[in-house]
T-cell receptor
Framework: QQPVQSPQAVILREGEDAVINCSSSKALYSVHWYRQKHGEAPVFLMILLKGGEQKGHEKISASFNEKKQQSSLYLTASQLSYSGTYFCGTETNSGYALNFGKGTSLLVTP | DSGVTQTPKHLITATGQRVTLRCSPRSGDLSVYWYQQSLDQGLQFLIQYYNGEERAKGNILERFSAQQFPDLHSELNLSSLELGDSALYFC??????????????FGSGTRLTVV
């Protein structure tokens, strides 16, 4: 049930773009994205409900293809503050707990 | 401060012992989730409570148990501890209930070290 994230790790220079993918073998109700910095708790970024809506704010956005049970997180013009581990969490039924992927480590360098 | 309070922040204990981790959810949130985070497994779901009732169970060992009290705080009890139980334990809360989907707010975690 654990979603699969790719890539496992990404190294970027400031200003570059990145895409992180998340896929599930089960039908999904929603997909969540979180960012965790070293030694800190995960922080909620956004949620996508089935319907394929693309959501986001500023330079971080995401999409959800419910037919393929896949979601992608788009980070454009990356900043140093984007560094951290990104987790997708998938919900198969409304009201039930998220299953998280193993995470994608993102490092943005000057 | 995320609004979710976890205590203690660090815990060092010997194998075979029992410990209790405590979590107070964000004000107004009825759902509480417990997750275990280790280096190679990411965030593993343990158990979920909604308004005092158990809602779902994940990969929670029989040596582990949890409950949510009337004031909505939750406790995770870990017994007969083994070295492999060493991990970061997170509590999260959300407004999630019978319908809809809401983002989780995580506490700062309890780092458990079993020696």
């Amino acid at each position: 049930q654990q979603p699969v994230q790719s890539p496992q790790a990404v190294i970027l220079r400031e200003g570059e773009d990145a895409v992180i993918n998340c896929s599930s073998s089960k039908a999904l109700y929603s997909v969540h994205w979180y960012r965790q910095k070293h030694g800190e708790a995960p922080v909620f970024l956004m949620i996508l409900l089935k319907g394929g809506e693309q959501k986001g704010h500023e330079k971080i956005s995401a999409s959800f293809n419910e037919k393929k049970q896949q979601s992608s997180l788009y980070l454009t013009a990356s900043q140093l503050s984007y560094s951290g581990t990104y987790f997708c969490g998938t919900e198969t039924n409304s009201g039930y707990a998220l299953n998280f992927g193993k995470g994608t480590s993102l490092l943005v360098t000057p | 401060d995320s609004g979710v309070t976890q205590t203690p922040k660090h815990l060092i204990t010997a194998t075979g012992q029992r410990v209790t981790l405590r979590c107070s959810p964000r004000s107004g949130d009825l759902s509480v989730y417990w997750y275990q985070q280790s280096l190679d497994q990411g965030l593993q779901f343990l158990i979920q409570y909604y308004n005092g009732e158990e809602r779902a169970k994940g990969n929670i060992l029989e040596r582990f148990s949890a409950q949510q009290f009337p004031d909505l705080h939750s406790e995770l009890n870990l017994s007969s501890l083994e070295l492999g139980d060493s991990a970061l334990y997170f509590c999260a809360s959300s407004e999630r209930g019978q319908g809809g989907s809401y983002g989780y707010t995580f506490g700062s975690g309890t780092r458990l070290t079993v020696v």
